[in-house]
DNA sequence: AAGTGGTCTAGACCACATA
DNA sequence: ATGTGGTCTAGACCACTTC
């Protein structure tokens, strides 16, 4: 039998303690992969919460693929789906979830002026300042990207204060990107960059163009990369 | 002023019918960008409806990533962004909503066993049957992409009925996909694809591998495809 | 006919932002 | 202090599924 506890105390939403009990609960396989949850006014009498409240951390589960509806039917338990999507995640947090150990080399880390085409993306004039962040990214040792990143200069922290990951310091000066946009084009490595990543001319390169922003909708970065394309897959969920 | 028609009769959901009222209004600029919105509790007055309703509806815009919300202070109208994020549409809506004429010639379409690799993927036996549909496809007569797909013959309407479109074939006989995985990489062309995408041998491929499932997590199709490089860019949205 | 999810209302209190 | 979004309740009716 499922039993969902309410804290009352806490300072957390109901809703989302509700969630997080149910997931919990489905996680351990109390309720089995195609079982149907109990109905909706169960679950509220089992919660003491109201429909609403209920619909609402049901819905959250929903959204996570957990769970899905079936008019007149019942709310039932998804099968499996391993990974929830990894959006918007920096390389060395992409790293560190694949548990390697991240590394870098950095290629260039000053104030400048955007070209033409940066300030057109970042919509900034051409005087203005931005972060030219040039990197090459390494995992376990071995070459794997290279970065070259353009963010406008006044979202960042000064720039002997960033490390190696430019999330993070977005991160500390309250500037998390939270939307984005990105471009994945298959190519070929020009000479410099197959010696920075130690593979031949002409092997395959993932280029990848990506522009974020604040949830407002304030452009922070523009970033292109160039992925070994013998080592690096590029994996996105779809819905 | 804002205005929002709710018509009475309609038997579409109050929500949607004010969610698409206040769309309309921002995409025709009558709210500008960076902008609030009316409050919550002024819309209610101007639509008649409930406080629950008004964020139902508004609730959705801001998934769209037309609206962010900021508490305490209000609801605004994002800065523009391009497309809302083709999430899981097939090669032939892709080339519709690019605006080109799809095309399609047919390299296999018959049924078989999967292979292990497939059996793997897919879920199933190797004993059990599968469609296997091969094609070229072509965007504005010329060769973009080559796909092969393998479905569970099972959700399948008989191939004779297959059209050019996959997805729409899934959605005539009610399995349309509702989640999907995607890997993506850049590799290079063998002979047999050079040829069949008219490019020359080693040059740039974006492959792509996608598995689709249904609402309920069941598996229906594999497909691996290879995107002419220097034609295409895979374009996702990142949150 | 009974049970389920889908929608909707009219209130209420809270935490946060702005002035 | 006022207004905003964030959460929550206790009901109600509808459409759909299942028996």
Redesign the interface.
């Known amino acids: 039998m499922i039993d969902v506890s309410a804290e009352k105390g806490s300072s957390t939403p109901l809703y989302i303690q509700i969630a997080n009990s149910l997931r919990r609960q489905i996680n351990e396989g109390r309720i089995a992969?195609?079982d149907a949850l109990p109905s909706e006014r169960d679950l509220c009498e089992l919660t003491g919460a109201s429909r609403?409240t209920i619909r609402k951390a049901v819905g959250q589960l929903i959204e996570e693929?957990l769970l899905?509806r079936k008019q007149g039917s019942g709310t039932?338990v998804?099968?499996?789906?391993e990974v929830p999507g990894t959006?918007?995640s920096g390389f060395s947090d992409d790293a560190h979830a694949r548990g390697q150990e991240p590394g870098c080399i950095w290629l260039m880390k000053n104030y400048a002026n955007p070209t033409v085409e940066e300030a057109a993306v970042l919509k900034v004039p051409t005087t203005s300042k931005v972060a030219r962040l040039g990197r090459v990214r390494l995992s376990e040792g071995e070459p794997l990207a290279i970065e070259h990143a353009i963010v406008v200069a006044s979202l960042l922290p000064p720039i002997e204060e960033i490390g190696d990951s430019l999330y993070a310091a977005l991160e500390k000066s309250g500037n998390r990107p939270?939307?984005?946009?990105?471009?994945?084009?298959?190519?070929?490595a020009t000479p410099t960059e197959a010696g920075l990543l130690s593979i031949g001319e002409?092997s395959?390169?993932?280029?990848i163009e990506?522009v974020?922003?604040l949830?407002?909708?304030?452009i922070i970065e523009f970033t292109r990369s160039a992925?070994r394309?013998d080592r690096?897959?590029?994996?996105?969920?779809?819905?």
Chains 1, 2 share one sequence.
């Open positions: 992969t195609g609403v693929g899905f039932f998804s099968q499996r789906i959006y918007l939270a939307l984005g946009h990105q471009k994945v084009r298959a190519s070929l002409n395959e390169i993932l280029r990506r974020t922003r949830a407002d909708g304030t992925y394309g690096y897959d590029f994996v996105t969920e779809l819905r």
